[in-house]
């Protein structure tokens, strides 16, 4: 019952929904409905809803898990193993009318070049167009991603009545993105045809880059289901 999408920035930079408030296993069920706009739900909901519920424990529990993955790339002058993995951590437990639970997850992941930067430096990779003409070459591999991102989460419900629920998270979020690039030609610089210097590194400023965020969320609700014919949350 908690929104956890920005009702303003819809993109994939400030837009997308913060899915660190959900810990991997504290899921119990995942429903996407596709369809018009519905007034059960906010106003940028016109595409698609993602509906993900959770559950608090019921008994002591504690889970801890770790995934991992090695992919191996090789294209022009790049030739290079790229690792990801992930680290869950949950422990929770009921007493009487209290459910609480703490979540930790970290992750950290590494990608190969996303794109690559061509000009008119000589290098063992000319750059052909689609109609087969030589249109100069590629001097290096751009966007080589690190990402590095932590999230903290602390959960609690306690029951005001055997059928009303008042529940209240808060969760914190950090992340770090590293942008690098990779040259095939060294710092070589040149001038083009109008008397320009440029070189590499200039060439892929937008290639390469750090970026950092903090996010803090909190949520507070009350659900009750009185009876068969009537329910209603804050």
Same mark, same amino acid.
């Given at each position: ?27 119990? /069920? ?37 995934? &991992?993955? !090695? ?20 422990? &929770?437990?009921?007493?009487? =009318? ?31 167009? =689609? ?23 602390? =959960? ?20 770090? /993105? ?17 008397? /320009? ?18 996010? !803090? ?10 009876? =068969?014919? !009537?329910?209603?949350?804050?």
């Amino acid at each position: 019952g908690v929104p956890i999408t920005n009702q303003i920035f819809q993109n994939n930079t400030y837009g997308s929904p913060k899915w660190w408030i959900t810990s991997p296993e504290e899921i119990q /069920t995942v429903e996407v409905m596709y369809g018009p706009f519905s007034p059960a739900y906010s106003g940028n909901s016109a595409g698609a809803v993602v509906n993900i519920a959770t559950q608090m424990p019921k008994e002591f529990t504690a889970i801890l898990n770790t995934t &991992g993955a !090695l992919q191996t790339f090789n294209k022009f002058g790049t030739n290079d193993n790229y690792l990801t993995g992930g680290l869950n951590a949950l422990i &929770g437990d009921k007493s009487g =009318k209290v459910e609480w639970r703490i979540s930790f997850n970290h992750e950290d992941a590494n990608t190969q070049p996303r794109l690559y930067v061509s000009g008119k430096t000589v290098s063992p990779y000319p750059y052909f167009d =689609k109609t087969g003409a030589n249109k100069g070459y590629y001097e290096g591999a751009g966007s080589l991603i690190h990402g590095v991102s932590d999230s903290l989460s602390l =959960k609690l419900s306690y029951d005001l009545t055997p059928d009303t629920k008042i529940n209240y998270s808060t969760t914190y979020w950090q992340g770090l /993105t590293q942008a690098t690039a990779q040259s095939f030609i060294g710092s070589y610089s040149y001038t083009n045809s109008s008397n /320009t210097s440029s070189n590499f590194n200039s060439s892929t400023t937008a290639n390469a880059f750090n970026q950092s965020s903090v996010n !803090l969320m909190n949520t507070l609700s009350i659900v009750s289901n009185a009876s =068969k014919d !009537l329910s209603w949350e804050f």
